[in-house]
């Protein structure tokens, strides 16, 4: 993987709305805002990073499942998947007991990017599980709470839709500015928008539906995450320039 070392955000603070709207028509430009970022050449510190980990020889255990536990990791985190990034710090929480060790990443750090990946989704049922699946009694009502208030908002969704009304999800359109050298996995909010390749311009449709939204750009060659921004506020159109 190439590019530059460290990256950059930039957040814009708006308060004209509560929610971010990313309008479905490109040509309708009126109050775009714009984000930039610059690749990192290390990478960005996530856990996906797992997959360099030889966790049987990190822990000194001869259990055989932790012999393909970084990649499974890894590849939860680039799914995205929170119920497998849960389960996953569980089963390694495990082995750190029994050998008393820890590698580089952590099952502490895991299971708070499961959480957070989850609370970013805002699914019910993925919510749900991973509130099953967590240790801590503070985290695990909180992810109770956000669960029966998207379960509600998936029931409105429901009968809104069932009714002949238009979809009240918020669709946007995001236009990734891919000017690095690598080929890029776009994600918003824990979810997989597509692919912007190497100095080429992707726009692809959106549904975000928090006040803080969380982009992040993938490496497709190696899956190692290389830059991710915050958006705050209230756009019609967003576009993020990634050098």
Same mark, same amino acid.
């Given at each position: 993987?190439?590019?530059?070392?460290?990256?950059?955000?930039?957040?814009?603070?708006?308060? #004209?709305?509560?929610?971010?709207?990313?309008?479905?028509?490109?040509?309708?430009? +009126?109050?775009?805002?714009?984000v930039?970022?610059?690749?990192s050449?290390?990478?960005?510190?996530?856990? &996906? *990073?797992?997959? %360099?980990?030889?966790?049987?020889?990190a822990?000194?255990?001869?259990?055989?499942?932790?012999?393909t536990?970084?990649?499974?990791?890894?590849?939860?985190?680039?799914?995205?998947?929170?119920?497998?990034?849960?389960?996953?710090?569980?089963?390694?929480? =495990?082995? $750190?007991?029994? &050998?008393?060790?820890? !590698?580089? =990443?952590? &099952? %502490?750090?895991i299971m708070?990017?499961?959480?957070?990946?989850?609370?970013? *989704? !805002?699914?019910?049922? +993925?919510?749900?599980?991973?509130?099953?699946?967590?240790?801590?009694?503070? #985290?695990?009502? $909180?992810?109770?709470?956000?669960?029966?208030?998207?379960?509600?908002? $998936?029931?409105?969704?429901?009968?809104?839709?069932?009714?002949?009304?238009?979809?009240?999800?918020?669709?946007?359109?995001l236009?990734?500015? /891919?000017?690095?050298n +690598?080929?890029?996995?776009?994600? =918003?909010?824990?979810?997989?928008?597509?692919?912007?390749?190497?100095?080429?311009?992707?726009?692809?449709?959106?549904?975000?539906?928090?006040?803080? /939204?969380?982009?992040?750009?993938?490496?497709?060659?190696?899956? $190692?995450? =290389?830059?991710?921004?915050?958006?705050?506020?209230?756009?019609?159109?967003l576009?993020? /320039?990634?050098?």
């Amino acid at each position: 993987m190439t590019g530059f070392k460290g990256f950059s955000a930039l957040c814009l603070m708006l308060t #004209v709305a509560a929610t971010t709207v990313w309008s479905a028509d490109p040509a309708a430009k +009126e109050g775009a805002k714009e984000v930039t970022c610059k690749i990192s050449e290390e990478g960005v510190k996530c856990c &996906s *990073r797992a997959c %360099t980990i030889n966790y049987r020889q990190a822990l000194g255990l001869p259990l055989d499942y932790l012999s393909t536990l970084g990649q499974r990791i890894h590849n939860a985190r680039l799914a995205p998947d929170p119920v497998g990034l849960a389960l996953a710090a569980r089963s390694l929480a =495990v082995a $750190e007991e029994v &050998s008393g060790k820890k !590698a580089d =990443v952590t &099952s %502490t750090e895991i299971m708070g990017e499961a959480v957070e990946l989850a609370k970013r *989704r !805002a699914i019910s049922t +993925e919510l749900k599980a991973v509130a099953a699946v967590v240790s801590d009694a503070a #985290v695990k009502a $909180e992810l109770s709470k956000a669960a029966a208030t998207a379960a509600t908002a $998936e029931a409105d969704q429901k009968a809104a839709l069932a009714s002949g009304e238009s979809t009240r999800a918020i669709h946007g359109t995001l236009q990734v500015n /891919n000017r690095s050298n +690598e080929c890029l996995r776009i994600y =918003v909010d824990g979810r997989y928008c597509g692919e912007a390749h190497s100095g080429q311009t992707a726009s692809f449709h959106v549904h975000a539906h928090g006040h803080s /939204n969380h982009l992040e750009a993938y490496c497709e060659e190696d899956g $190692e995450l =290389v830059t991710c921004t915050e958006f705050h506020g209230h756009t019609h159109y967003l576009t993020w /320039n990634i050098y």
